[in-house]
Structures are given as C-alpha cells and as structure tokens.
C-alpha cells in the first residue's frame, strides 16, 4: 500500500487552483475583469493569516511545494537504489519487478507532480507581477498623455494670442517728440 502524506495530499490539492488561476490570468479578458481577477488573487494570496506571522499563504505555498518536491526527488532516488541493489544482488522475478516498478512510478508520479505545481505557483507570481507592473505603467502612460495634450492645449492659445509674423506691427510712437530741426 503506498502511504501518502498530508503534505502531498496539499499540494496535489492546490494544483487545480494554481491551473485555474493561470488561465483566467492568460485569457484574453477585458482589461476591468483582468484587474477584477488581478486584485481577488492579491487579495486570497498575498494576506497574512496571523498578524504574528510575517509570511503570506502565496509564500507558504511555495514553501510546502518546494519541500514536497525535494523530498519526492528523493524518494524516487531511494527507490531506484534499492530496485538496482535488489535487482544487483538476488536478480528478480517478474512479480517483483512489477512490484518494484509500480514503487517507481509512484514517486516519480509524486515528484513530476510537485514540481509541475511549483513551477506553475512561480509562474503564476511572476505573470501577476508582470500583469501589475503593465497596469500601473498604462496609468502612468495614460497621466503623461493627458499632461501632454493639456500643454498643447496651452500652446495653441498662447500661439493664438500673439500676432502672426505676416502682419507687421505699428511702429511705436517716438517717447519724445522732436518739433525743431537742428
């Protein structure tokens, strides 16, 4: 019987959530919802569950992942340790081979596994983080634009304001006037 730990059950359980997040990240969605989707991930991913706790679910996650799968990447080099030593020793029949193959499978099912669910967690923040940074530079862009039309604005009524070089402007009358020849 193969024993699984409530370590692998969690991130076999948090795989989907991670998928179903990195799609609705990747879809081609208005920009209000794709910032709708933005801010609910903030918002679940990036809390602290304790005051006293100074790391968030995202990091924990990513924690339990990264273990997960190091610990599965072991298991799986055991595993093939003791089917070579075995197999090296005493040879095998096919009954045990079987035995010994289902073993590997299932670790190296368990480490695949993990390591898909780590990746696509660091995917996930990293797209995020890119999503963000996109939406406060189209902010940013979108202030300098409206900035920028206001002094063009600015311009063409100070340019309408002054007289157009075509037209010659009077000759200003003399500050003193000269009534006798000398």
């Not at 370590?7 to 919802?33: D, H």
């Amino acid at each position: 019987m193969v024993q699984i730990s409530y370590f692998k059950l969690l991130v076999v359980s948090i795989f989907r959530p991670a998928g179903i997040l990195l799609g609705l990240l990747l879809a081609p969605l208005p920009r209000e919802v794709t910032k709708l989707v933005l801010s609910v991930c903030d918002a679940i991913l990036f809390v602290r569950p304790h005051p006293y706790i100074p790391i968030s679910l995202f990091w924990m996650i990513i924690t339990i992942c990264g273990a997960t799968f190091v610990t599965d990447v072991q298991e799986l080099q055991r595993v093939r340790g003791l089917y070579r030593l075995e197999k090296a020793e005493k040879g095998m029949h096919f009954k045990d081979r079987d035995r010994w193959i289902i073993k590997i499978l299932g670790a190296e099912r368990g480490a695949w596994i993990s390591g898909c669910c780590l990746i696509m967690w660091v995917v996930v923040h990293r797209y995020r983080k890119a999503l963000k940074v996109n939406f406060t530079q189209q902010g940013e862009n979108q202030s300098l634009h409206l900035q920028l039309s206001e002094e063009r604005q600015k311009y063409s009524r100070l340019k309408a304001a002054l007289p157009k070089a075509s037209e010659t402007p009077a000759k200003p009358p003399p500050l003193v006037e000269v009534t006798e020849k000398l």
